[in-house]
């Protein structure tokens, strides 16, 4: 089973280039990591990004969530516990980073082709 979201374009409006890319991308710290026991009993190694690091670059993927476990292990409802993130919307920066990098390629080979036919 996988995530389906809506993106027809018929259920969309303000419709805009995304303005992040490369740039944001590099600045993101790839980390691997383990829950603590209160989050997750699970102890295996994960792979991801850390909310408080990723906010100042693309705030838009990071969401403050209202739940907070007590010291017995129990949900409880409060504002702005903990940082959340929805890697699903980190997807398009992604793509629109490769796209950077493949003109600058596409770029450099060009140069290279225009060296090369010089000599």
Not at 14 to 25: A, Q
Not at 74 to 82: M, S, W
């Amino acid at each position: 089973n996988g995530y389906i979201t809506y993106s027809d374009r018929n259920t969309k409006n303000e419709i805009k280039p995304l303005s992040y890319g490369l740039n944001e991308v590099l600045k993101l710290n790839p980390v691997t990591y383990r829950y603590k026991s209160f989050i997750s009993p699970n102890n295996r190694i994960r792979m991801g990004l850390i909310a408080q690091e990723v906010e100042p670059i693309i705030p838009e993927v990071v969401i403050k969530e209202d739940v907070d476990i007590d010291k017995n292990g129990n949900k409880v409802v409060t504002e702005g516990a903990y940082l959340s993130m929805n890697y699903t919307d980190l997807i398009p920066v992604l793509i629109k980073a490769i796209q950077e990098q493949d003109e600058k390629i596409k770029k450099l080979e060009e140069k290279i082709n225009t060296l090369e036919n010089q000599e």
